[in-house]
């Protein structure tokens, strides 16, 4: 026994415990999600696809692989004659590299979401002096906006930017945007231009498993997914490509990327891609986004800037400028209010990515604990109690006394005397609905 690892791993599983995690992208993956990540299977090497491996002894990871793949494909209805799906990437940001270099020549062009538009980095992201990502530095990267007004894609402009720029990819998926996304449209306008659609919908993958969301299959000649978000399996990722693409998909995955793929993970995305198929999932699916209207809703009612003014899914994104309140200063007094959110950036943001102007709430993992609409409801008053304790906090605009404020502030937030008062309120109602 470690002890200093379990002293960790306990202290870890007791934070999780006891706070309200509301970060989007996060869930409480099943014990049986766990054992099986636990398991034997990470002491095997499997370079190869099932049945075509470069090491002996798969006979059983290759059993195991296959079944993940037949279940992947049966939880969203799609016949294998008719998609391939390839569930080695390590996680979603390589899976999205491998579809991109399977698909394009380096140098070619995408259009893909703008980042503080709610887009991903792993679409590209880059700034106007500098290559971030090693996509943005290989391929010629375009991005699409949000409407000013809406905050919401305008379809038309989204067409009419396609055909200017004529690009090979058009990538849709975002991390902060709150609406679904039209699939047919988003096709239509890459498939017009001759362009290959991905749908990146590792946010909303359980929530379309579920039924909750549209689904993009459709249409969509790749779909990447996390599993490890509202899908509630380990961290991971899943390739599905219509059938021609799939063997450059497989070999941009391995052996162009990737080694060895983690079959323990993958054991543990079997697990939870069968836990998808349940009807308990499925009613899970539709609470989650419940919860997330019945919030946005609240916050709307008491005066808050939801951008677009509600949700379709599981993420709120608050635009905390319009009550001149710190994204930084509410995120850091929500933790200590036992409440965990992320500050965010939001459309036509004036912050930066680490002080942006918005907050992001998202309720994937407090409703696997079982929380309800009744539960939203008091867990929206306490947000907004913790933002009017601390919206006329303004973080220096200095970078120096910066660095002061931000040690000052969150030393007083520890000895905050109402913030406790919510963090016990939160801790108590934690106890109600234990992880399992
Ligand atoms: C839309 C989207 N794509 C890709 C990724 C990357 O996934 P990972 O963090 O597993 O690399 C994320 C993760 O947040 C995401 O939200």
């Given at each position: 026994m ?32 766990r ?30 692989e296959?079944?993940?793949k ?16 390839n ?27 703008y ?35 809406t ?7 989204i ?9 090979k990819?058009?990538i ?5 945007y709150?609406r679904?996304?039209?699939?047919q ?8 231009v ?13 929530l379309?498993?579920?039924?909750a969301?549209?689904s ?9 997914m ?64 419940t ?34 309140a ?18 965010n ?12 102007s ?29 933002i ?17 404020f ?31």
């Open positions: 470690d002890t200093s690892i379990s002293r960790l791993i306990a202290a870890e599983a007791k934070r999780q415990s006891e706070v309200l995690e509301m970060i989007p992208s996060e869930n409480y993956a099943s014990e049986n999600v054992a099986a990540v636990g398991s034997v299977f990470m002491n095997k090497y499997a370079e190869g696809q099932a049945t075509k491996r470069y090491y002996q002894g798969n006979s059983v990871v290759d059993e195991l296959l079944l993940c037949s279940r992947a494909l049966k939880l969203f209805g799609l016949l294998e004659a008719e998609w391939g799906v569930v080695q990437a390590l996680s979603g940001s390589p899976a999205n590299l491998a579809i991109i270099a399977a698909l394009l020549e380096p140098g070619e062009k995408i259009l893909s979401m980042l503080p538009d709610g887009g991903h980095l792993s679409h590209g992201w880059q700034l106007p002096d500098k290559k971030v990502t090693l996509v943005s530095k290989i391929w010629d990267i375009t991005f699409y906006h949000v409407d000013k007004h905050r919401l894609f305008d379809y038309d402009v067409e009419a930017q396609a055909r200017e720029v004529k690009p990819l058009l849709s998926g975002g991390t902060a709150p679904e996304i039209d699939h449209r988003m096709a239509n306008i890459a498939h017009s001759g362009a290959y659609y991905l749908a990146d919908v590792s946010h909303e993958a359980g379309i498993a579920g039924g969301n549209a993009p299959f459709l249409y969509a000649d790749v779909v990447m996390t599993t490890h978000k509202t899908l509630r399996g380990p961290r991971g990722a899943l390739i599905f490509s219509k059938k021609e693409l799939s063997t450059s998909i497989d070999q941009s995955v391995f052996p162009s990327i990737q080694g060895g793929p983690h079959e323990h993970t993958i054991a543990g995305i079997a697990v939870a891609l069968e836990e998808a198929r349940s009807d308990a999932f499925k009613a899970y699916a539709h609470q989650v986004v919860n997330a209207q019945t919030l946005a809703n609240h916050f709307v009612s008491a005066g808050l800037d939801v951008v677009t003014g509600g949700t379709d899914k599981h993420l709120v994104l608050i635009d905390l400028r319009s009550i001149n710190s994204a930084w200063v509410v995120a850091w007094a929500l933790e200590y209010a036992n409440i965990i959110v992320n500050r950036t939001v459309p036509f943001d004036t912050g930066s990515s680490i002080y942006p918005g907050i992001r709430l998202g309720t994937p993992a407090i409703t696997t604990r079982g929380m309800k609409e009744e539960e939203m409801k008091n867990i929206a008053v306490w947000i907004m109690d913790v009017h304790l601390v919206k006329d906090i303004q973080l220096p605009e200095e970078k120096v006394a910066r660095i002061a931000i040690t000052k502030t969150k030393k007083e937030f520890a000895q905050h005397h109402e913030l406790a008062a919510i963090a016990g309120r939160v801790k108590a109602l934690c106890t109600k609905f234990p992880v399992l």
